[in-house]
């Protein structure tokens, strides 16, 4: 089973609701840190780091004896990673969206070569499984790099996945395959504007989904209106609770520091399982 | 020798534009024969990522001997380094200003 | 004519509510929202549509049903496992499809086209002190980087026409390419931090994204009296990159219920408000 833990709009709890669900149900699931640009995940939980390894993707490396300067991989590229100098073709790595697009060349003068675009770091003890992806600064392939790290979802076990805020593309390749998604929200304008991107793109995709809100009590009632009228179950709400606020700030489990919230995790489970 | 500037306009009475790589044109002066040539750059300003590049491979196919820019992005900078096109950045406003002060110096 | 970007690796840190306080703390002025994916800067800033332009960007394939004989190469080239097949009919699925134009390059039968899809919409709009830009981005769009790059673009020219000294623009979180295209050309960059464990993270990943385009940047820390001890650590982290911090902004509820009412961070209260006034001064001078 797949769950994925998604927001709209950033900072409203999104890892926050994935580390203490994950922590909840620990023996049976593992937590994908899919959020590769921003892999918070990991602050919140102590398990040792077990190993790491390198991803890396194709890029194109252009063998220039047989090269004819020809420009038909230049003319070919739409990402403008290569390109045919007056005697040369070079390419730049940086925009390279590693396409395949080397199998035009008539000369068979492209070869390949690797170039890393992130990491992905394995956390574990007897009791939780934590996997991280982390996207090197200034790549642009971060839907390559999560699709890396869903490789490595267990189909025997819960897979709660932390998705990246927003609804562009890392969005769309982390929430792909998901048996639910739990949308994290604030009641606040900012929160119910950014949870209606998001319930477009999940019904567009035909996910299931319910709602999470935290801080609930900050705001108004919008977002449980909007919810009711639009038939989403709301699955939890989080308190406006200072005491949260500042067991997250250290970086600890809301679950460990503040116990009576453990019934919050363990019915938002339930309900879940429910739901799928 | 032929001098490529970024350009929207048609003469070298016109003004260059700010950024090389997203100039929706380029004027190439031949300072032997006195002739002016416009490209037209607009195909590529369209991209996302790379328009530098992009912009100097075309300019490198019109076998230009020099750039003349108000700035360079270092990609761009680079495709014209790699094939010895040389780069002159200038703070005039107009292109014949702009070459006055290349031939000066 | 001056460019600010204001940034927070981390969502929620109350970037936008800082920037719509500079905002409206500003003489006439252009101001973007850049983080198009989820844009917000316009429930406070309010501002009236003048102009909207369609977004058309980057490229998706389609296969003509017609001329298409399911031979099936698309599907064994395309590496983003686009083309899906139902019934032997092949279709592109235009969400995982990149546009790379492989499929295109490889069908023998002629049946692949490559089109330009409709991303979203960007608006130009008035404001009370100036002009605003703005976009919306079409369900699970891409591309957003380009579209930075656009109505960015639209700023400086309507700057540079209207006489206008400012250009303010609220950036995405994250360090992706909209960050990198929103950063690009700035004058100053402020970084919106918290003091939790994950605000700092991000705000240690978004600088080094900023130092590597070699742009001044500054740090504003919000909730600053949430965690002393976080507070410190941020402080520590600035000193020894030698970042200047310019402000600090105490935890208050009612900032948040400023905004829940559909007011600004500068109505919230006037401790808060005095706090965003002094990290304008500091902008201010310092551009």
């Known amino acids: ?276 | 020798m032929r001098i490529a500037f970024p350009t929207k306009g048609k003469t070298i009475n016109d003004d260059m534009e700010d950024v090389f790589g997203r100039a929706e044109g380029f004027l190439i002066f031949d300072t032997e024969t006195k002739k002016v040539e416009v490209i037209d750059n607009s195909k590529n300003i369209v991209h996302e990522h790379g328009v530098g590049i992009k912009s100097a491979e075309l300019i490198l196919s019109y076998k230009v001997d020099l750039v003349v820019s108000k700035n360079f992005g270092p990609k761009a900078k680079d495709v014209f380094d790699a094939s010895s096109v040389k780069t002159f950045v200038t703070q005039k406003k107009t292109i014949s200003e702009a070459l006055t002060e290349y031939l000066n110096n | 004519m001056k460019e600010l970007v204001i940034v927070s690796g981390k969502g929620g840190c109350g970037k936008t509510s800082i920037t719509a306080g500079l905002s409206i703390l500003s003489k006439d002025h252009v101001i973007v929202d850049c983080d198009v994916d989820a844009p917000n800067l316009h429930m406070i800033l309010n501002p009236s549509e003048k102009e909207k332009i369609e977004f058309f960007s980057g490229f998706c394939a389609k296969i003509n049903s017609e001329k298409c004989i399911s031979c099936g190469m698309c599907r064994d080239v395309c590496r983003f496992d686009a083309v899906e097949i139902t019934d032997e009919i092949y279709t592109i699925d235009e969400f995982a499809c990149e546009g790379c134009g492989l499929c295109e390059f490889i069908c023998k039968s002629d049946a692949i086209e490559m089109f330009e899809p409709k991303r979203g919409d960007w608006f130009v709009s008035d404001i009370k002190n100036g002009k605003m830009i703005h976009a919306r981005l079409g369900i699970g769009a891409e591309n957003s980087g380009r579209l930075v790059h656009l109505i960015k673009n639209r700023a400086r020219v309507i700057a540079k026409n209207e006489d206008k000294d400012l250009v303010i623009i609220d950036g995405p979180p994250g360090i992706g390419c909209p960050v990198i295209a929103s950063i690009s050309g700035a004058d100053l960059v402020l970084i919106v931090t918290e003091p939790t464990v994950s605000g700092i993270s991000d705000m240690k990943r978004v600088y080094d994204l900023i130092q590597s385009f070699k742009i001044p940047s500054v740090v504003v820390i919000n909730k600053a009296d949430l965690n002393p001890e976080m507070t410190k650590r941020i402080e520590e982290f600035a000193n020894e990159k030698g970042i200047k911090i310019f402000g600090r902004i105490s935890y208050d509820e009612s900032i948040t219920k400023a905004m829940v009412s559909g007011r600004s961070i500068l109505k919230a209260s006037q401790k808060t408000r005095e706090e965003v006034e002094k990290i304008f001064d500091n902008v201010i001078e310092s551009i």
């Open chain 1, 1 to 276: 089973m797949i769950i994925t833990i998604a927001s709209g709009k950033g900072g409203t709890g999104k890892t926050t609701v994935a580390s203490n669900l994950f922590a909840t149900i620990s023996d049976r699931s593992m937590l994908l840190d899919c959020d590769v640009e921003e892999p918070n995940s990991k602050l919140f939980l102590d398990i040792p780091l077990l190993n790491k390894t390198v991803v890396s993707t194709e890029i194109p490396k252009v063998d220039q004896t047989k090269c004819t300067l020809c420009r038909k991989c230049s003319d070919f590229c739409r990402y403008n990673a290569i390109i045919t100098l007056a005697d040369s073709v070079k390419v730049y790595s940086e925009l390279c969206h590693s396409c395949g697009g080397w199998i035009v060349c008539p000369e068979n003068a492209i070869s390949t070569t690797e170039k890393k675009i992130g990491e992905i770091s394995f956390f574990g003890d007897e009791k939780k499984r934590l996997i991280q992806g982390k996207i090197e600064i200034g790549v642009v392939l971060t839907p390559a790099l999560i699709s890396k790290v869903k490789d490595y979802i267990d189909d025997e076990i819960i897979n709660i996945i932390d998705a990246p805020p927003g609804t562009s593309c890392p969005v769309v390749e982390t929430v792909t395959g998901s048996d639910f998604v739990v949308l994290v929200t604030e009641p606040t304008p900012f929160g119910l504007h950014d949870l209606k991107l998001s319930i477009d793109l999940l019904r567009e995709m035909e996910i299931s989904f319910a709602v999470v809100i935290n801080r609930a009590g900050i705001g108004n009632d919008d977002v449980k209106n909007h919810c009711v009228g639009e038939n989403i179950p709301v699955l939890a709400e989080i308190p406006n609770d200072l005491r949260i606020a500042k067991v997250y700030s250290s970086g600890k489990l809301i679950l460990n520091e503040l116990p009576e919230y453990k019934d919050l995790f363990s019915n938002l489970f339930e309900r879940i399982v429910g739901l799928v």
